[in-house]
């Protein structure tokens, strides 16, 4: 089958790639279109030392021929972490299963393909109202609100989001910072929309900023906005070390929370009910046969959302 | 008058500094004895580019003969930060007043002198039930107490403290994990005391982790032994910049927090009520112009609190 695969030397297409052999608890399913996520990226530059097929924001169908698509951590469902979890104790737990393996990100293959396999108990129906364009968006819009989720109440709290979309539905005060207009340009209208080139400029007043730049300079900058005891949420996942200075950190007593997946209904459910216009962040569209011309697209600065059509 | 002064060139002890004159709402004391404390350490590497008279744990006599303290933090109590703590809102975020000056530490002479003068309004009186060795440690006990404060209900979490003292009054269930067994054995009986010299060894077990360790290492230790979803205790300020993989705090959305001052008055009536036996962290104890020597002994890895004796 065809396949975008990530290797030694960065991604490569292939069109005699094996089609996926099916493990316990796994089903099969055709892939309609992909998004490349800057977490690709990352893995494509060595983060995570991933070797395989990427993708993991995707939407498919079942072998019914429903439109569906998968939460991408498929946990064990049998250590502490997952009982915990289903128990209802620590609800989302199970994400962080130690045993995990992770689509197109961590020991699986992921949906740049023309099949993908994924855990039967991950497969999430997609309601006819969120078309396909739409629908790739139903991971990254689960993890944009689960930082609204870890965070709590943040109505009428201001917030400053650099790079990325964030907290639009949350109530929050939100004020948008990146160098780049044309991705400001998509801030929903409620949000306080402002292009700022240093975001050091703005001065330590935001209680909340979020980092989705995927940039090393996210994270300095994100302590140049934040007020004393105020709070980051870090969703920049970026290779490699670099250098901090943490005093900061303990100085002004910040609070620094770590964001990841978020849970799919609710996302699912937003999408439903027109609460986001998603496919305005659709930068470009390609062929799977294209995705170097795609993951090119996808690596130019400012660039929003790429999608891989592949059937 | 004498004092400890942090120059270019490191520590120098001066018996020609010229006797603090007094500032509005100042009050001058004499000084009884100050603690060495790791921050002095750091300042003396040139954090914070401090230059000055050292020293922010202190007993001291005021001008009726009292013996009394001060909390470090001069705050300007007028601007918004200082509103929001006087009215009850944001009790203590005057510790983060942006116009502050701190004890020793920022545009402000500290206490390793034969007179210290601070704002009048931070003194606080020393009950006689805790005498002149204990009572130094009020202000690094108030700082410990912050943690718990900042963590809310502990009880029975399990957490792992790295290189210090802290959480041992809060209920939790506190392993002790450091390289140096003369430290280790000071920990209270009630804490699950062990020597673990890698702290990796122990695995991803601990809800809580306080990095205490004034060391570049404790934040990448801590990071090892934190379960997902943990939480993180900054109290360590490293001089300069270092370099660190921020990757596992967004993978595993751990939450890091930075802790520095705390209130006094809890710290205060822990002492006088002798819930912490804190003179066992006395590691020695020498006169002012023996400070070259006091700052070797305080220097030395797994020393413990080190006094100058001022008067």
């Known amino acids: 089958m065809r396949a975008v695969v990530c290797g030694e030397s960065g991604i490569e297409f292939t069109s005699e790639f094996a089609r996926p052999v099916l493990g316990i608890n796994q089903t099969l399913l055709r892939v309609r279109v992909a998004g490349i996520c800057d977490t690709d990226l990352q893995l494509a530059r060595g983060y995570m030392g991933f070797r395989g097929i990427l993708g993991h924001e995707f939407v498919a169908r079942d072998d019914r021929g429903r439109r569906v698509t998968a939460e991408i951590n498929h946990s064990c469902r049998r250590c502490a972490t997952c009982l915990a979890d289903r128990s209802g104790e620590r609800p989302g737990l199970a994400r962080h299963c130690p045993n995990r393996t992770v689509l197109g990100i961590l020991n699986q293959h992921g949906a740049m393909a023309d099949w993908v396999a994924v855990d039967s108990r991950n497969v999430h129906a997609i309601p006819d109202e969120i078309d396909d364009r739409a ?3 139903i991971e990254p819009l689960a993890a944009a609100l689960r930082v609204a989720e870890q965070l709590g109440g943040v109505e009428k709290v201001d917030c400053a989001v650099l790079g990325a979309w964030a907290l639009e539905d949350s109530g929050a005060l939100v004020t948008w910072i990146g160098k ?10 409620k949000a306080d929309t402002r292009l700022v080139e240093d ?3 703005e001065g330590r007043k935001y209680a909340v900023v979020v980092d989705a ?3 090393k300079s996210g994270f300095p900058d994100a302590l140049g906005l934040v007020e004393p005891r105020g709070t980051i949420v870090l969703k920049t996942t970026v290779a490699g070390r670099h250098e901090i200075m943490l005093s900061p950190v303990v100085v002004d007593e910040v609070r620094v929370i770590g964001s990841r997946c978020g849970a799919f209904e609710p996302a699912i459910a937003a999408l439903r009910a027109g609460r986001f216009d998603v496919t305005r962040l659709i930068e470009a569209e390609f062929r799977l046969d294209e ?6 697209a996808a690596s130019r600065p400012g660039a929003r959302k790429v999608l891989l059509w592949c059937d």
């Open 135 to 137: 629908a790739v968006f």
């Open 180 to 189: 780049h207009p044309e991705k400001l340009a998509l801030a929903e209208s």
């Open 199 to 201: 975001a050091r400029s």
């Open 213 to 215: 730049t995927g940039s």
């Open 291 to 296: 995705a170097a011309r795609a993951f090119e």
